[in-house]
Nanobody
Framework: QLRIVESGGGLVQPGGSLTLSCTDS????????IAWFRQFPGKEREGVSY????????KYADSVKGRFTISRDNAKNTVYLQMNSLKPEDTAIYYC???????????????????WGQGTQVAVSS
């Protein structure tokens, strides 16, 4: 069973950058498809970015295309989300999720993922 841990959140000014990391203590994250979701207060979680096990397939929400980049280093058992040109509307709790079998076009469906981290807060404010 995965124990996912996210890190890298924090407070940043508009236009700034942050890199989120997702790893797990069982060293099996590398065998899972990974997505980042975010949640605004009072809202449901929404998909931000997705990466397949091999890293060959990535997807992004329209709101972050061109600004965020997802990547993974399976040797380090870690998935990254590089976030550039951050905006105040990116302020949210960001969650890392892992799933063994993710159906095509369902990458941003919450119920496709078996394991979730506790989340890391990202705040974009001047």
């Amino acid at each position: 069973q995965l124990r996912i841990v996210e890190s890298g959140g924090g407070l940043v000014q508009p236009g700034g950058s942050l890199t989120l990391s997702c790893t797990d203590s069982t060293l099996t994250l590398q065998y899972y498809n990974i997505a980042w979701f975010r949640q605004f207060p009072g809202k449901e979680r929404e998909g931000v970015s997705y990466i397949s096990i091999s890293g060959s397939d990535t997807k992004y929400a329209d709101s972050v295309k061109g600004r965020f980049t997802i990547s993974r280093d399976n040797a380090k058992n870690t998935v990254y989300l590089q976030m550039n040109s951050l905006k105040p509307e990116d302020t949210a709790i960001y969650y890392c999720a892992a799933g063994l079998l993710i159906r095509e076009d369902y990458e941003f469906r919450v119920d496709e993922y078996e394991y979730w981290g506790q989340g890391t807060q990202v705040a974009v404010s001047s």
